[in-house]
């Protein structure tokens, strides 16, 4: 547990204790003493640190983070309880889950559209995290859960209080993000939505052929034909689990208008070469926005004009190779191919802008293939693209 917290880093909690200060304390003699309390049941969780985060729309997104020890604890609490609760969820549920991947929900969804599930239920849950029901999920985990120092420190987790801009607030309902917990714990309740639709769609008097594919509290499911009665179902579900859709961000359309879910926009269109409607699944308008945007800081030619090449460089590889990673089994060879070239003339401005600097000369010749073995620029559009038609 500690090896994974040491690797992840992250900023100290509330109590000012950071990773840096354990390894400096003694990590052996830390994890004794920490291993001592719980035997002797003197530990207690600390209070957990609010910050926000800007999101993509210019709002921000709370993280509850929790001291370095209450991180300890808490992964080798999930590491027990994970396997547990894998062994319950369903295989239409990808997010935060061992060995799967918002690949394969997008490779998931491709399939079904294919196989003519085109009519798409797009559902939005209001603040999810925020309004878990502690009760419920309390009563939830002590199905599968027997061990009583467990269950206190689980509901102790919840309870925490949580300091906000110097306010300290004691918290009703919800899970912090940001917690370690709090992915596997959320996963568990909708675990229940999964559950409730998996049987109502194997029952022999159901009438809606409609497919889930769940990423945390991301849902998507799609039918053959548009009926409004899925979606009185996935709400009647929904609120008997507490939970609050979004009616305003919650939608039903055909595939052919496009859609957006986990950074993937989908579109059903039609293919010359195949003679039929397809799937094209590409990167959204605000991935691909984003992507541009963090190329064009790093290669501002006079922002990091007195820094390294080498250092550009080294901060453009793990932005080209992640993207193109994320999106690599995608119809994305064309993007790849435009962000390719935007990188190589970015790159290529900035390093001419230093030859005035420097001296005339230095960086006259700049052909991509210098770029790529002189400088090692990451090159993302030679690779091959991996289709999925049937």
């Known amino acids: 547990a500690w090896k994974r917290v040491k690797a992840n880093g992250g900023v100290p909690g509330n109590d000012g204790e950071s990773i840096e200060d354990i390894i400096e304390y003694g990590e052996v003699r830390y994890l004794k003493e920490l291993q001592q309390e719980l035997k002797e049941g003197r530990y207690r969780t ?8 800007p999101k993509p729309d210019g709002k921000k997104r709370p993280l509850g983070i929790p001291c370095v020890r209450d991180r300890v604890v808490q992964t080798a609490v999930k590491i027990v309880l994970e396997p547990i609760f894998e062994s319950k969820f369903l295989d239409c549920s990808f997010g935060f889950r061992p060995k799967r991947s918002a690949r ?5 969804i491709r399939k079904y559209l294919n196989f003519g599930h085109t009519w798409v239920l797009d559902v939005d849950l209001s603040s999810y995290f925020d309004t878990l029901p502690h009760d419920r999920l309390l009563k939830l985990i002590g199905q599968y859960v027997v061990d009583r120092n467990i269950l206190k420190m689980l509901q ?14 004691n918290p009703e309902e919800g899970s912090p993000q940001g917690g370690v917990i709090s992915p596997l714990l959320a996963n568990l309740y909708l675990h229940q939505f999964d559950e409730e639709w998996h049987k109502r769609h194997n029952h022999r008097r159901w009438r ?12 998507i499911l799609l039918a053959p034909s548009e009926d409004e009665g899925i979606w009185r179902e996935v709400v009647n579900i929904l609120e008997g689990l507490g939970l609050v859709v979004n ?37 959204t308008k605000k991935s691909r926005k984003r992507v541009w945007d ?6 501002d030619k006079r922002r990091y004009q007195n820094l390294p090449v080498e250092w550009i460089v080294e901060k453009l590889n ?12 995608t119809n994305s060879h064309r993007i790849f191919r435009k962000l390719q070239a935007y990188t190589n003339s970015r790159l290529r401005k900035a390093l001419r802008y230093r030859r005035k600097k420097e001296g005339a000369g230095r960086y006259r010749d ?18 091959r693209i991996e289709y999925c038609w049937s």
């Open 294 to 299: 963090k190329i064009r800081w790093y290669t």
């Open 247 to 283: 009616q305003q961000k919650t939608g039903f359309y055909h595939a052919r208008e496009g859609f957006d879910y986990l950074g993937y926009h989908f579109v059903r269109s039609y293919s010359r070469r195949h003679q039929k409607d397809v799937t094209y699944v590409i990167p």
């Open 156 to 169: 102790a987790w919840l309870k925490a209080k949580v300091v906000d801009r110097g306010e300290v607030l």
């Open 104 to 108: 394969q929900a997008s490779q998931r």
């Open 366 to 383: 700049l052909p991509n293939h210098i770029l790529y073995k002189r400088y090692e620029l990451a090159c993302i559009g030679m690779g």
């Open 46 to 53: 600390k209070s957990i640190r609010r910050m926000y985060i």
């Open 318 to 329: 793990p932005i080209l190779l992640g993207w193109t990673n994320y999106y690599a089994h």
């Open 208 to 219: 809606y052929d409609a497919v889930l594919t769940r990423y945390a509290d991301d849902l």
